[in-house]
């Protein structure tokens, strides 16, 4: 699942209740995709995309910048941050460092 793409390192896959985590899919069905970017600047973040729309999340897993208009795609990725919160925080050290990012298990 971990593979470095143009934009950034893709780090997770939310997948709970019909969200797909396909590994190495160029495209995604209903799924969710998260990617951490090299060279981002504070504050602490991750990138979404679902269904053609994106959004910047804090760590926290609330959004900061764009838009997921589905409520329960929002709600997985704040239950799914909430869960890995560590982890992301270690990806975001990693990432700052130039480190390979470490992949993310999906919600449980």
């Known amino acids: ?9 893709l780090v997770g896959r939310v997948s709970k209740a019909g969200f ?4 190495r899919a160029s495209q995604l ?3 969710i ?5 090299y060279q ?3 504050p602490a ?18 959004v900061l910048a764009g838009e997921i208009r589905s409520g329960t795609a929002r709600r997985l990725i704040r239950e799914w941050a ?10 975001w050290a990693r990432m700052k460092a130039g480190e390979a990012l470490e992949r993310i298990r999906p919600l449980e």
């Open 1 to 9: 699942m971990q593979e470095l793409t143009r934009r950034g390192d």
């Open 20 to 23: 797909s985590s396909l590994s």
């Open 29 to 31: 069905i209903r799924g």
């Open 33 to 37: 995709v998260i990617r951490m970017y």
């Open 40 to 42: 981002e600047h504070e």
């Open 45 to 62: 973040r991750f990138h979404a995309d679902y269904q053609g729309q994106q959004a910047t999340f804090f760590l926290s897993g609330e």
């Open 82 to 91: 909430a869960e890995h919160r560590g982890d992301l925080e270690a990806n």
